[in-house]
């Protein structure tokens, strides 16, 4: 089994900076790609940032230049580094991890979600 666990979301004013941090544990035999998916309230899930494996990045452009993602192959840990947050940034960000956790088939595990509030 593969576990999961994001932190670091709250309450920040707007061009304020958080940092999301994920950690994936349990018995992982390879992981291809990390990142994070975002939902705001009455909105469909849509992708923030990824990181592969051998460090390739890709971001929507509303976030580019503000969000830096991040990774730590050791502890198999991805970071997201928010910037310049604004209220339209607030949303529950998911972590998923792309990974294969042999003898199951490779698939996306995802975190429980931590919620990001852009706020004054």
């Known amino acids: 089994q593969v576990q999961v666990v994001e932190s670091g979301g709250g309450l920040v004013q707007p061009g304020g900076s958080l940092r999301l941090s994920c950690a994936a544990s349990?018995?992982?035999?390879?992981?291809?790609?990390m990142g994070w998916y975002r939902q705001a309230p009455g909105k469909q899930r849509e992708l923030v940032a990824t990181?592969?494996?051998?460090?390739?990045?890709n971001y929507r452009d509303s976030v580019k230049g503000r969000f830096t993602i991040s990774r730590d192959n050791a502890k198999n840990t991805v970071y997201l580094q928010m910037n310049s947050l604004k209220p339209d940034d607030t949303a529950v960000y998911y972590c998923y991890v792309d990974a294969m956790n042999l003898p199951q088939p490779r698939r996306n595990y995802w975190g429980q979600g931590t919620q990001v509030t852009v706020s004054s």
């Open positions: 349990g018995s992982i035999f390879y992981i291809y790609a």
């Open positions: 990181i592969t494996s051998d460090d390739n990045t």
